[in-house]
């Protein structure tokens, strides 16, 4: 008990070390809306807090709580984003003293810490790294420079075939035992799934600029209807953030430069995914053979955490925002699953053609807030994670999803065909 109440507070404090750096900032630039899609930073900040506050000070330890009046300012569901910016939210130094407070206060009550509490724990965690990867997104649509250090580089690029056989047969889909996992990643149940084939590794930049310089973004028969209308209304001609100046080019947090084709083309929308998938003759794999793919190992009839296996291997995905950008598709030869297919986790976030929708025997769990609301036909799953997304919610069973337009994400995508 001692080394887990130890690997809890070590976690708890990088992830409260990483929202730091991406809050350090002028109080103007924090409290200031970049996008109505995003809120403003401050806002992420204090909610951070006030969820922590929640589900680890008053859920789990039944202390009292420390600034009621605040709770709805910060519930997701009760202001939507556009409109946070006219909320009274707290000012940068009193946010940042906010959560400070409820973290030492956290950290106090992991000596009485209770085994049925390490799972809000454990999603308290994840929360506050999934909205790290959100101000992320947040910066990559400001304008001025954002730096950060970047700290790993892949060790290389291996050949690779351009895709892979996965056979008939049923597999585990998610997962029953995991005390990490979400609500909508459970039951495990088995799921039987015909012959595809399925692309090695991510589509990449050079790939997709084939498809833009073929007129593929003026060509109706490659699209879904809804992405057509989306398309001509938004007069979208490429992913976000390219535009071409004699080469195509690219910003990324704040800097521009040239488009690396070797890289998984990001910042592209389910709809782009899909029109790509058809030009190429292809489709956009479902959410169970993206799975199949990830865990499942044939020869040991068994559903692995992660591709290369159920232990955590720094050196074989990128995540965690050490690289803060794709690595070349190809990268990450050892990290591959058991059938070969590499990338699964990190690079980019990865669209499938699966609507999000709970698993047969699903129950909402610790609120239906978190994932029971957003189930139906208007958002598609993502699956995998990105560069940006820390390895404690990045799994295989890790489900993601967005809207089909949502380009600011850090999400590309791989193509499948039926065998």
Not at 267 to 286: F, I, N, Q, S
Not at 366 to 380: L, T
Request: charged share 25%.
């Amino acid at each position: 008990m001692d080394a887990l109440k130890e690997r809890l507070a070590a976690e708890l404090i990088a992830a409260r070390e990483r929202s730091d750096r991406l809050t350090r900032m002028e109080d103007a630039d924090l409290v200031a809306q970049v996008s109505p899609l995003m809120s403003p930073l401050v806002w992420d900040l204090a909610h951070i807090g006030n969820y922590e506050e929640l589900w680890l000070l008053r859920a789990a330890a039944g202390i009292e709580p420390m600034r009621p009046e605040i709770d709805t300012l910060y519930d997701a569901f009760e202001h939507p984003r556009a409109t946070r910016p006219s909320l009274p939210l707290l000012p940068p130094d009193e946010a940042r003293a906010y959560i400070a407070t409820v973290r030492d206060k956290v950290l106090d009550t992991l000596d009485a810490l209770r085994p049925e509490n390490v799972a809000l724990f454990e999603m308290v965690i994840q929360h506050e790294h999934q909205h790290d990867e959100t101000m992320l997104a947040t910066h990559q649509l400001r304008r001025a420079p954002f730096h950060l250090r970047e700290e790993d580089r892949p060790a290389g690029v291996a050949p690779w075939a351009p895709e892979t056989y996965i056979p008939a047969g049923p597999f585990t889909m998610g997962t029953s035992d995991d005390v990490a996992a979400y609500d909508n990643e459970r039951p495990a149940h088995r799921v039987d799934v015909p012959a595809y084939f399925i692309d090695t590794v991510p589509v990449s930049n050079g790939d997709y600029a084939a498809f833009v310089e073929s007129g593929g973004y003026d060509e109706e028969r490659w699209w879904h209807p809804e992405g057509w209308k989306w398309r001509q209304g938004k007069r979208i001609e490429a992913p976000a953030f390219w535009f071409k100046e004699g080469v195509w080019l690219r910003r990324r947090l704040g800097e521009v430069e040239p488009v690396p084709f070797d890289q998984p083309v990001q910042h592209v929308c389910w709809y782009e995914a899909d029109a790509y998938a058809r030009w190429a003759g292809r489709r956009l794999p479902t959410e169970a053979e993206w799975e199949k793919a990830a865990s499942w190992d044939p020869e040991r009839q068994k559903a692995h955490r992660y591709p290369w296996g159920d232990v955590y291997l720094p050196d074989r995905a990128n995540l965690g925002q050490r690289r803060l950008q794709p690595a070349p598709v190809g990268s990450y030869a050892e990290g591959a699953s058991p059938y070969g297919v590499r990338q699964l986790l990190g690079d980019v976030w990865e669209w499938t053609s699966t609507s999000f929708h709970g698993y047969p025997g699903f129950r909402a769990h610790p609120y239906r807030e978190y994932s029971e609301v957003f189930f139906g036909p208007d958002y598609k799953v993502l699956r995998g994670g990105s560069w940006a997304t820390d390895p404690t919610a990045a799994r295989t069973t890790f489900r993601n999803w967005d809207y089909p337009i949502r380009r600011q994400i850090f999400a590309g995508f791989r193509c499948a065909r039926s065998a």
